[in-house]
Each structure stands twice: as structure tokens, then as C-alpha cells.
């Protein structure tokens, strides 16, 4: 009985034999609940409605700590109480024992056993039943330790469940035992998927040398006596975003020193990685785009004021509009380099009116016409293009950045096309180049700060990467959309939608 788990049974178990054995006709046992209270887990010989009426039995006693201090556990009053159990119950009950369900020294709960007649319960009886009552004891004590092993587990299993780390418990073989929600999302499968499976199918992690930490069924990684290994890596995952994840492997070792578990906890810090890769890319992207505008003003300049030589008109003039326009470019970055900031830290505001945007379209072109000489411009709005509300400069940042953007990488020339149609209750705005056209691939990180897409061109044409994160921040903020197609080597087209309200 020591050995089973469901403790209603036992008890009812050791109840009944101990009850038989003496001869007794009613016998419960009543648990100390943790307020103290005791309640009946398991009766004999009576119906259960008939229950209630031995509360006698039950209520008024002393703390059970203090009558843990009184040799032999006696209650009080106990042939006054089974009177009062007797005659509410209407059985001819005379003769009561009372037993502590004890185990070092703390008080579990009572057995009470009750017979009618026959002689007193003996010093043997009470022997006899108090090696069962110790028996009882144990069992309740296993139960209770199990139930609270049971608890304990299910308030870890939420917390690895829950724990926004991706957490795996793996055996000494690297099988995973537990794998909680988080990381399933990471590397994207189910769990029924990855159960019991070797955690290098589905988590292979390389290092910075290509390495898999996890692939194969050998010791890839050496496991510490004490403490922990940290790895860095690119998760391999067959679809899905790139994901650069920490992970800490912690080994489990029983006392004889052999692997038991380990615990690998995996924490996705792509965002951090970005962080730290923007920060760089900004600090070199900065700069150079900021010291090559001020190296050709510098250079202008300090020519230009040179003493010992006579420049002509044309020369004089030359030089100042380079100086100008590189004035223009290092204020352009400037401000975009602000706005940018201003949109990261949600300052942004929006001053908005009316816009009719083709003629906005208009004014910018032909800005940008008296630049180049190889692209044409063509605009395309439907007579009828409704005004929309909008914030009119920022709109013209907008045109000036893809418009700017359309010469740039068309570098051989060709037709800009800027247009635009309206809806019921949008209107959409497109700048068509016959340029370089972006790759597949790199079309969605296009409008990401800092980001160029690798190419020679990019190489050769300045750019800060600022320009269509602009576009889509000032987009979004009207409550618009910014997106692209495109096809290398044919051109690229830039589409960007505003509500008319
Ligand atoms: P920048 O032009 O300063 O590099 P942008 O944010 O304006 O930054 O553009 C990001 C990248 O997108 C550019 O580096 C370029 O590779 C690509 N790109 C933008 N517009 C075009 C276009 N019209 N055709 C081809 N590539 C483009």
C-alpha cells in the first residue's frame, strides 16, 4: 500500500483491513487540510449522506501540533463525542479508537474506528493498529510528495512553455525531450515534428566559421563540468527570414558524473545583430556620404581663393555652382538624416492640405530635367486625378527621393515615367525608370535605413541608404503603402498609395 500513488484508494484500502481486523462496524479517516481543518478522504461502514453527522468527531479538537505533544495522540472527550456521533447517526456505536496517521513527527491526519459492544479495544488491538496507521502515514506522505512533484512540474512546464526564450530539454543523446512554443516559431516546425527527434534535423546552427554546432551524433559541442557554452549562429531554416540566434547549452550531470539532460536555451537576437550592423553601416555610410560633398566644397574653394591665380568667368562660375550644389546635397542629407531620427523617435508630424499631386509631380520633374541630359520625363495623370489631403512638402521629399533614385540607377538614360490613378478611396502615385532594376531578393530590404543593394553601380553612385526608408515612413504616415516591381536590367517601378481622405 506504501507503494500506490492514488492515496484515495490506499486509504480506503487500509481502512477496511484495518477495520475487518478489529472488528469495528464504521471507520473513517480524516486529512489535515494545509488550513488545519480536518477532512473525511475515506469511510467504512457508513453511507455517505450519513457523513455530516460525525463532525463531532472532527471540529472543536485541539491544534493537531499540540496534540502531537500528548502521549498516545488521545483526543479529548472522545467517549463524550461518540455519544453525540451515536445517537445522530441511530447506530449503537460504544467503542472508539483513534490512531495519528503520523510521520516524523508531523501529524498527517486521524483514523477513527467505531464498533458497537463486545469488550473494550485491547492494548494488542491498538499495537495492531497503529503499525497500520504508520503505514497509512507513509503512503499519504508519497501521495502528497508526488502531488507536489506533479504541481511542481506543471508550473515548470509553463514557465519553459510561456518563457519568450526558445527553451529544448535534449537527453544525454541529444533528443529532444521538451521543446517549448518559442522555439518551435523560431525554426518553424510543430512539435509533434521535432519530438524525440536529434536536435541537429531541425536547430543547426552555425558559428561564425560555417561550422554546424549541432549536426552529427558525435560531441560537436564540448560540454562543461559546470556552467555553461554559448554559441552565436545563423539558424538554418529551409524558409523564412535570415535569424541569428544565442544559444546556451547548460548540461544536466548526475551524481556519478554521466550526462543526464541538457538544457539548451536559444534566444533570437536578429534585431540586435541588425542594430549593431545598421550602427556600423551608418557610422561608415555617414562618413563618406558627409566628407565627400565637404572634400569637393573644400577643394572648390581653397582653389578658387588662390592668391596667385586669375580665374575666368566661366571657370569662377563653374566652381561656385559645384560648390552650391554640394551645399544642397550636404543640407538634403542632413534633413533626411534628421528625418530620419524624427521617425525613429515617432516625432514626425504631418502639416496637412490640399495636394493636387500631379502638379506637385510637375514642379518636381522639372527640377530634376535641368540635371540630366540622357533621361526623358514623361507624366501620366488622368485629367480628372482628385486632390488628396496630404502633407505637401513631405509628398514632394517622396518624389524628390524616387525621382532622384530613377536617374540615378539608370545610368545609361531612358524614359522616367511619374503617373498615377485614382480609386474610390485611393489614390496611387508610380516613378517608372528603364534603369539597372533591383534583384528579386533584395526587393523587400529595400526600404529598410541604410540599406543599398551590392552592385557596382552602388559603389559608384553616392547614397546613404536613407532615401526610400524615408519614402515609406512618409508614406506610411499618411496611411499609405510603398512597394516596388521590378526586373533587372529592365527597370524598376516605384508605387505609393494615399488615401483621398
Ligand atoms: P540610396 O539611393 O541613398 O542608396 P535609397 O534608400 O534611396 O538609398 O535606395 C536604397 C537602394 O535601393 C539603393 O542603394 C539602390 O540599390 C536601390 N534602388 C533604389 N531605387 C532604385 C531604382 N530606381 N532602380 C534600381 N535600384 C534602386
Known sequence: MTARLDIGAVLRLILSYAAEMVGAEVGLIALREPDGTLKVVAFYGIPAHLLPRFAPLLTDLPRLVDLQQRTGWQIPDLQRRLNMVASAVGMPLEQIVSLPLAVDEELL????LLRSGGVAFSHDDRRLLMAFAAQAAIAVRNARLYSELVAEKQRLDAVIENSADGIMILDPYRRVETINRALLRMIGRRREDVLGKHCSEFLALRDVTGKNLCQGRDVEIELPRQGTVYAEGELDRPVGKRTVVGVRFTPLWD????????????????RYREAEEMKTTFISVISHELKTPVALIKGYATTLAREDAHWDEETLREGLHIIEEESDRLNGLIDNLLDASRIQAGVLKLELGDVSVPQLARQVVERFSTQTEKHRFELDFPEDFPVVLADEERLRQVLNNLISNAIKYSPDGGVIRVGGWADADQVTVYVADQGIGIPPEEQGRLFQRFYRVDSSLRR????AGLGLF???SLVEAHGGRIWVRSEPGKGSTFFFTLPRR
Open 109 to 112: 491526519g486521524i483514523i477513527y
Open 255 to 270: 551524481e556519478a558524473g554521466c550526462l543526464r539532460n541538457i538544457i539548451v536555451n536559444v534566444v533570437d537576437i536578429t
Open 460 to 463: 559608384k553612385t553616392q547614397g
Open 470 to 472: 524615408l519614402c515609406k
